[in-house]
Each structure stands twice: as structure tokens, then as C-alpha cells.
């Protein structure tokens, strides 16, 4: 039933009916809890899915299942969620959901997520899609941009070149990318309030973008590293490059695939958006990288965001009232032309 749109739409007119599926999830009939489970699944494609499970309460719940290392079903509850914080409103219900006590919090999300055999029957892959699609909210960027929870996003860096599964290497980009939204600053130590959802957080980072490229995370070697290939440069030009990117070997692969490549040249275009990010980017070099990427690419969208961001990093600084340039106000109807959405994962 719940395999076409018609029959999705008629379970989901039922609270009780989503109820019941919910709570035979826990049945103690392997067959029957898996079917329960992809039921569920199925249903999540649907937007009106968010109403319901905010409505049952059920995203705690299943945190708690998605938490236990016996879980057989844990990586459908990933792709589950998945798909339910794809849209706003679900982004919204799952961040207010890891800001409750006694919830499975974001920072034991991403210890299960780095967990090597965390459970033998799950890679939870498509967590690293779901910490993309909460990042739409500020409230979960700010989670990751506190300063004192800093290993919540150096620890997710190396999945930029996970060669392993494209879900999360992809997952973990459109985090990157997201994150690299925050570009305002707040007093270190004191709480901020967030408009949407309303929480209270606190110690958002001093300076977003200078956070990041600090030595603290050193973001810019995991943006770069995917998008280099096995050029090499003069020894001059090297040694200005992050150590990571000096003396690649002969055998050195670029990210495959073309929307990550895409959203990784996105996030460097937002760091630039930034006075202090375009200089740290201009001084790490960085426009080699793209430079012989561009020369290679194939891809006609790639190679136009490559031209826009050798474009950036090559042009003379703009007037000092313009040094942050996601402050410039830009005439509304030149501003859709431009705009650059924020990363989202779907389970298809």
C-alpha cells in the first residue's frame, strides 16, 4: 500500500493507522518489525509525514532505536529520517527533538556515525545525509559551530574523501557546504537566541568562516583534497599550499562524482564571501587547485561554479563597506538569479 503516492496519501489521512505502524516496529516478529520499518520509510517520502510523526512524538523514540548497537533496523530509520528532514519543517522537528533532554543528542549521533562496527548490521551512511539536511536550520548549524563541541566537525572531515559509499561522502560535503552559510558573529560564552526554531544555545563561534579555516578544524584541506588531481606545481607555489595538498602522488583521484565536486567549489565560493576567507584563500593558493581542475572538467555546471570562484579569488578587493559580501544588498530579482541553495540528501 504504502508503495504508491495514492496509497501513501491514504494511510497518512489515519493518525491511528501511522500509530500502529509505529508501534509495530518494536514487534517481536523479525518480518513483521521489518515491514513495519519500511513501511515507515515509504511514508517519509511524503512531506505530510513530518505532521505525524511531530504530532506522535515518535522522533525521540526512534533515536533511541537508531542508538541501540542490537538494532537490525537501524539504517532504515537513517534513511527514514533521511527523507523526513529533507523538507523544513522536518529539519525543524528533528533539531528541536536532539535539543530535548533525555533525547539522543547530535554529539552521540556523530559518535555512532564515526563508530567503526558500531552494529554489525548497520554503516549508518545516511546519517551523514541527515546532518546535511538539519544544517537548513540555523539552530543545528549553531550545534556545529560551537567552539566547545569542535571535534563534532573535525571529526566528520575525513568522510570528504570517502571512497566507501557516495551517501556519505556527499552527506558530509552538503554539511560542510551549510556550515559555511554562518557568517555573522556572536559574543563567545553568551547565549543566542534562534528565531527558528526558538532554543537557546551557547558559545557560537567569535567569527564563523575564521573558525573554521583555524587551526582548531582546518576545514580547507578537506574542501580542497577532493577536487586536486596529481598535478604538480613549482616548488614555490607548493610550499604556499596547505602541507595536504604538496606533493600529491602520480595516482591521485579527483571526487567522481559531479554534484559533490559542485558543492565543494560552493562552499569555497561562500568562504570567499568574506574578507578574511578570500585572504586565506588567496594565500593558500588555493586558485591553483581550481585552476587545473577547470582545465579538466567536463561538466558544464561545474565548470561554470570553477569560473566563479577563479573569479573571486582572482579580482582586486571590493571597497571596505563591501569586505563581507553576504551583507552587500543585492536588488531582489539579481538576487534569484544567484542564489545558492542550501544541501540537501533524499532517499530516492
Not at 496519501?9 to 509495530?24: D, G, N, P, Q, S
Not at 553568551?190 to 557560537?204: A, D, H, K, S
Not at 551583507?327 to 532517499?347: G, H, N, Y
Amino acid at each position: 500500500l504504502t508503495g504508491s503516492r495514492d496509497g501513501r496519501a491514504a494511510v497518512l489521512c489515519h493518525r491511528e493507522a501511522v500509530k500502529a505502524l509505529m508501534e509495530l516496529t518494536t514487534d517481536t516478529q523479525p518480518l513483521i518489525s521489518r515491514d513495519a520499518h519500511l513501511a515507515l520509510l515509504n511514508l517519509s517520502e511524503q512531506e505530510e509525514f513530518v505532521a505525524r510523526v511531530a504530532e506522535l512524538q515518535a522522533i525521540p523514540k526512534f533515536l533511541q532505536i537508531v542508538a541501540d548497537p542490537a538494532c537490525k533496523e537501524a539504517d532504515k530509520l537513517c534513511m527514514m529520517f533521511s527523507n523526513l528532514t529533507r523538507h523544513l519543517s522536518g529539519a525543524e522537528a528533528f533539531t528541536k527533538a536532539i535539543a530535548t533532554d533525555g533525547c539522543v543528542s547530535l554529539s552521540q549521533l556523530v559518535h555512532i556515525f564515526d563508530r567503526k562496527n558500531f552494529n554489525k548490521d548497520a554503516n549508518f551512511d545516511y546519517l551523514a545525509a541527515v546532518f546535511s539536511n538539519i544544517t537548513q536550520v540555523k539552530a543545528a548549524r549553531s550545534y556545529f559551530l560551537d567552539r566547545s563541541s569542535k571535534t563534532l566537525v573535525s571529526r566528520l572531515l575525513p568522510y570528504t574523501r570517502y571512497e566507501a559509499s557516495l551517501v556519505r561522502r556527499g552527506g558530509i560535503v552538503g554539511l560542510l557546504k551549510n556550515l559555511t552559510f554562518e557568517v555573522g558573529k556572536a559574543p563567545l560564552g553568551t547565549c543566542v537566541m534562534i528565531p527558528q526554531p526558538c532554543f537557546v544555545f551557547f558559545n557560537l563561534c567569535l567569527d564563523a568562516h575564521e573558525w573554521l579555516l583555524s587551526e582548531d578544524v582546518d576545514l580547507l584541506p578537506s574542501l580542497l583534497l577532493p577536487l586536486a588531481g596529481p598535478e604538480q606545481f613549482d616548488e614555490e607555489e607548493m610550499q604556499k599550499l596547505p602541507e595536504d595538498l604538496q606533493y600529491l602522488p602520480d595516482d591521485k583521484k579527483r571526487e567522481e562524482d559531479p554534484d559533490i565536486r559542485k558543492i565543494l567549489l560552493e562552499a569555497l565560493m561562500k568562504l570567499c564571501s568574506t574578507k578574511s576567507g578570500r585572504s586565506y584563500l588567496k594565500e593558500k593558493q588555493v586558485y591553483l587547485i581550481v585552476r587545473e581542475l577547470h582545465a579538466q572538467e567536463r561538466d558544464r555546471e561545474v565548470a561554470d561554479t570553477c569560473d566563479k570562484l577563479v573569479h573571486m579569488l582572482i579580482s582586486d578587493e571590493p571597497p571596505t563597506e563591501m569586505d563581507n559580501l553576504a551583507e552587500v544588498v543585492i536588488p531582489e530579482d539579481i538576487a534569484r538569479k544567484f542564489s545558492m541553495p542550501l544541501a540537501t540528501s533524499c532517499v530516492s
